[in-house]
């Protein structure tokens, strides 16, 4: 386990009283949602019965039961859907009813038209006749319930306290047998149900003692399974070439049919599992996984072996429902690999990661129960059930277009302000994985950023600095090279070697050096390479006392313009962009800017519109203009060098 760490977190202080049902129910809910080895994103719910009165004045007795879309760690009162319980438990009387009209039963029986969709698994909370409902996939329970003789373990553990219930798919089926079978079974000692292969649900006449009997019980679990807790030891960890993880990214995004990022995980816990990886063959556990991690892993390398046995797996079982089914992409989810460790894939930064907090719990609870028995999964046909579920297939009709750059990995640096900052920004909106590179911190790091503090001239730090953004992301698809400086302004007769040979370092060198390490990585883009180097109207059209800028510009345009040459027959684009008076940067101060405006004889807000169209230039704009470049209106343009200065006589 990662570590037994359920306790009672109820603070009577801090949580609403009786008076407040559905704020203690919020309350509760957040409390479970804090402990990853009891909901894992998105996973659980919680309900409340209250009376209310309708807008008729009549008392209606409603079920407020969590949203689908929220979290419980997070959730808020406007989470939970109020529906109307005698609606429900109408349903329940019928022998049959499809899991999407089911669906379209329970968006009818809400009070509010706006609340969010109910849980799938409203009617099993509606049918417990508790005023409080908690639910969770606790892992403990699964390194129990997922054996040969589940049943009998649950029983030794937990006694007559649970009622326990056969797997059957969540949905109308479980409600119903739930209703038919188990509602009976129900005694006043009865703390809670046990799902096999699936979790636990508890109840009480309140939020808090729901979720005291459900820290009880799992506590309880937990005791029992100490012994056979792995212990995960530190291992070597080895370093792999950047360029092999990103060409295994590609098989993979080619089979997904779309670019996908790649993350690797190689800790204690891998390198542990890694001695037995032939267990994860079994299977998930619990068939929610299924979506985020497949049914199993791919084990080694062979992406199109495991794309052929996926096929083999959607023709087998396709037929189950008699309706045609839309096979999802056979692309894996996660790759366990002695070389690599585990390797998680998904279609944005965030879905790697659940993906990987997914696995991390499946390999504890898998060699708990290995250590305790043997652990079993469901069958693949329920597993199928649920990965092809209706309402799963009728979600990806309704999936809008993909943001442009979605699944793609950009590096830029000089990320932490100005252009690069803006130019970072600008792919982030549009769905980019970035990887940020400044001299300064550039800014905290997220699920989809990466900030690395380096030294574009450090060679070394720079080759880390990709190698942790591969590994974070799986590859390199965009490049923009914005990181620059400024020298003094100086006439010739002045001229500064030491100034020139700095420029010439960080303005020129370091890209050609940057350009030779992400090379590989490009030529494994998914959709292809994209590059945009930030150069300067100074290259075409150069101001006197600025030969150190100007020239060190005009030799990474023609850097960028070799590379465009050299790189075309890989599919990689290389475009330049000069901008020119953007003074929202970090070169430009105060001082400079009254400085050059007073050369000019102009204030500073006329200085900075002096160019043909009269405007004002950006760093938005600019990271505008690099997206556009990096996107498919300009799929055939390379080597280009364009403007954005506003105009100016002397390039026109
Ligand atoms: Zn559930």
Redesign the pocket.
Known sequence: MVGFVVSDRWDSAAAPGADDPVGQCVYGSRLLGAEPTLVLHG???TSVKTTTSDVFGDAVEVLHVKGSGWDLASIEREGFTALRLDRLLRLLRLERLADSRMMNELRAARLDTSAPDPSV?SLLHALLPYPAVQ???ADALIALTNQPDGAALVRKVLGDDVVIVPYVM?GFDLARLCATTVAARLGPGTLGLV?LN??LFTFGTSTEEAYRRHVELIDRVERFLEPFRPQWTEADRPAVEPATIAALRKEISDLAGRPMVVRRHDDARVRGFLARPELSQRGPL?P?HVIRTKRVPLLGRDVGGYAREYRRYFGEHQDRRGVPLTMLDPAPRVLLDPAYGMLTAGPRAADADIAADIYAHTIDVIATAESLGTYRALDPADLFDVEYWELEQAKLGRAGTPAPFAGEVALVTGAASGIGRACAEALRAKGAAVIGLDLRQPGPGTADYLPVQVDVTDRPAVGDAVRAGVERFGGVDLVVAAAGIFPQTQPLGDFDPQAWRRAMAVNAESVAYLFRAVHPLLALAPRGGRVVVIASRNVTAPGPGAVTYSASKAALTQIARVAALEWAGDGIRVNVVHPDAVFDTGLWTEDLLRDRAARYGLSVAEYKRRNLLGVEITSRQVGALVAALCSDAFGATTGAQVPVDGGNERVI
């Open positions: 996973g659980g719910n698994e639910h969770s996939h969540p799902l699936h979790g619990t929610d």
